[in-house]
């Protein structure tokens, strides 16, 4: 009967070092980190957007509510211009709300787009499944898969 429990502290004081050095090399690893700044009107922006609950109707990469369309990559849409984005904010259309956001406020909500924007495509068509089980994206202006 010791021996039984000696045997099973070892096993999982084994398996919990396996978990710590298996954390250790992948969160540390430099290759699997990206590291996206965003500039102070992106991050101003991305506060009023949380501010605002924008989250519960829109949604960035199919996250979010679903009342509104997603907008992952609305700052690239050819179609939907910065001066048609602003327009829509301010005045609403349908379900969604009128705000009385300043110029600013707006340029604020703009660039969070355009950084949102550059993290990658949504959805995104050119992701690959690698044998190993690792997906492969494209991420915007970059020539490599990450």
Do not use: R
Request: glycine share 6%; charged share 20%.
């Amino acid at each position: 009967m010791k021996n039984n429990i000696l045997y099973n502290k070892l096993i999982i004081g084994g398996l919990v070092l396996l978990f710590v050095i298996y954390n250790f090399v992948v969160y540390n690893n430099a290759a699997f980190i990206q590291e996206h700044k965003l500039s102070d009107a992106a991050i101003q922006g991305q506060q009023l957007w949380q501010d605002n609950n924008c989250t519960a109707c829109h949604q960035f990469y199919g996250l979010g509510g679903y009342l509104g369309p997603d907008l992952t990559n609305i700052a690239s849409d050819s179609i939907k211009t910065d001066a048609y984005v602003k327009a829509m904010i301010n005045l609403g259309k349908n379900a969604m709300p009128k705000y009385n956001f300043s110029e600013k406020e707006l340029q604020e909500f703009l660039a969070f787009f355009k950084a949102v924007d550059q993290t990658g495509y949504f959805p995104n068509k050119a992701a690959t499944t690698e044998k190993t089980g690792w997906v492969k994206l494209k991420i915007k202006n970059t020539t490599d898969d990450q």
